[in-house]
């Protein structure tokens, strides 16, 4: 997930353009071309970090975007361009089995275009999505954030809900979950405009088979199925906040939502996480910024926050932790 919790930072004059980079890109899954896996391996070594924080990526402003995006080129450029991003999982190994996220020697991040405009052109992205296997880029060295599992009790049943790329911090809290033997239900519903956009689907089919108490529930609102009533299997647009807090979540999964027995993690579109008022202000420093064709737009009810106040839940704010805790990113 991108955010933008960082500004651009100008070197310092003693230091040459490239002398920054820190990390070298080890692969890159092209899901579609708005939408990448960018995995990288920092030279400082393993990181030390808690599932669900996140670090810096940086690229400088000399580095060619990919085509087709509105950004600002500079050859003789001289600054560092960076963002903060939600540290992703690969959650299983390459044989298929479960890896916790501390354990894997490389970081990954779940990273959408961010296209701009002429009179918005958009900095870091276009950059990142031209990098390849083998180059060069920055990588902060200290993982931040408070949207952890800190407060998860042993057998909670923990829900995750996200669209885009907001489920990119609940895949490392997911495999945690599990490496460390939680006890409770483990439930992940993640909504997208396609189904193309849902890079992770088959890991998380995988992952079902290898653990009954897990179970993950994907959404979309443009298919065919979502936007022409005369198909047969007409759904209708299917929105994360909805599906959860509006009787079908039970039918699909046989799992009840309780405040008593029920934490939440929503991560997304500003208008799914629908944040309290008193927690706009704290909240904006540590928002996303518009993840294109992999977010959904919000249902016009309400969001999920909004929606499961109403059934008795408590959202965080500020100096008052709660049973639901979120975070969010703007269009």
Same mark, same amino acid.
């Given at each position: 997930? /991108?955010?933008?919790?960082?500004?651009?930072?100008?070197?310092?004059?003693?230091?040459?353009?490239?002398?920054?980079?820190?990390?070298?890109?080890?692969?890159?899954?092209?899901?579609?071309?708005?939408?990448?896996?960018?995995?990288?391996?920092?030279?400082?070594?393993?990181?030390?970090?808690?599932?669900? +924080?996140?670090?810096? $990526?940086? #690229?400088?402003?000399?580095?060619?975007?990919?085509?087709?995006?509105?950004?600002?080129?500079? @050859?003789?450029?001289?600054?560092?361009?960076?963002?903060?991003?939600?540290?992703?999982?690969?959650? $299983?190994?390459?044989?298929?089995?479960?890896?916790?996220?501390?354990?894997? &020697?490389?970081?990954?991040?779940?990273?959408? #275009?961010? =296209?701009?405009?002429?009179?918005?052109?958009?900095? %870091?992205?276009?950059?990142?999505?031209?990098?390849?296997?083998?180059?060069?880029?920055?990588?902060?060295?200290?993982?931040?954030?408070?949207? &952890? #599992?800190?407060? *998860?009790?042993?057998?909670?049943?923990?829900?995750?809900?996200?669209?885009?790329?907001?489920?990119?911090?609940?895949?490392?809290?997911?495999? +945690?979950?599990?490496?460390?033997?939680?006890?409770?239900?483990? &439930?992940? *519903?993640?909504?997208? =405009?396609?189904?193309?956009?849902?890079?992770?689907?088959?890991?998380?089919?995988?992952?079902?088979?290898?653990? @009954? /108490?897990?179970?993950?529930?994907?959404?979309?609102?443009?298919?065919?199925?979502?936007?022409?009533?005369?198909?047969?299997?007409? *759904?209708?647009? +299917?929105?994360?906040?909805?599906?959860?807090?509006?009787?079908?979540?039970?039918?699909? &999964?046989? =799992?009840?939502?309780?405040?008593?027995?029920?934490?939440?993690?929503?991560?997304?579109?500003?208008?799914?996480?629908?944040?309290?008022?008193?927690? /706009?202000?704290?909240?904006?420093?540590?928002?996303?910024?518009?993840?294109?064709?992999?977010?959904?737009?919000?249902?016009?009810?309400?969001? #999920?926050?909004?929606?499961?106040?109403? %059934?008795?839940?408590?959202?965080? =704010?500020?100096?008052?932790?709660?049973?639901?805790?979120?975070? /969010?990113?703007?269009?």
């Amino acid at each position: 997930m /991108q955010t933008t919790s960082s500004t651009e930072t100008r070197l310092s004059g003693s230091e040459s353009h490239r002398d920054a980079y820190n990390a070298t890109v080890c692969s890159v899954r092209i899901i579609h071309e708005d939408l990448r896996i960018i995995r990288i391996r920092p030279d400082f070594g393993p990181l030390e970090f808690e599932a669900g +924080q996140y670090i810096t $990526l940086g #690229l400088g402003d000399w580095e060619h975007p990919i085509a087709g995006s509105w950004t600002k080129a500079d @050859p003789n450029g001289h600054r560092l361009i960076r963002r903060a991003y939600s540290i992703s999982a690969r959650v $299983l190994d390459r044989e298929g089995n479960l890896l916790p996220p501390q354990q894997d &020697t490389e970081l990954e991040f779940y990273i959408a #275009l961010v =296209r701009g405009t002429e009179q918005h052109p958009s900095q %870091l992205t276009p950059r990142l999505f031209a990098l390849r296997p083998g180059e060069r880029l920055f990588a902060g060295s200290t993982a931040k954030g408070n949207y &952890t #599992l800190k407060s *998860v009790k042993p057998n909670e049943h923990v829900l995750f809900a996200a669209t885009g790329t907001g489920e990119a911090p609940h895949n490392a809290m997911i495999a +945690q979950l599990i490496a460390t033997g939680h006890s409770g239900p483990i &439930t992940s *519903v993640v909504g997208a =405009r396609y189904r193309l956009d849902l890079g992770y689907a088959d890991v998380h089919e995988r992952l079902m088979r290898l653990f @009954p /108490q897990y179970r993950s529930i994907t959404l979309t609102t443009r298919e065919p199925e979502n936007v022409n009533p005369e198909l047969p299997g007409y *759904v209708g647009r +299917q929105y994360v906040q909805d599906f959860i807090c509006g009787g079908t979540f039970f039918q699909a &999964t046989g =799992r009840r939502i309780d405040p008593m027995t029920t934490r939440v993690f929503v991560c997304g579109n500003a208008r799914m996480v629908g944040a309290p008022n008193a927690h /706009q202000d704290q909240n904006s420093s540590r928002t996303a910024a518009a993840s294109g064709a992999s977010t959904p737009h919000g249902a016009p009810n309400g969001g #999920l926050c909004e929606a499961l106040e109403k %059934l008795g839940f408590v959202c965080d =704010r500020p100096n008052h932790s709660g049973n639901v805790h979120f975070e /969010q990113y703007g269009e």
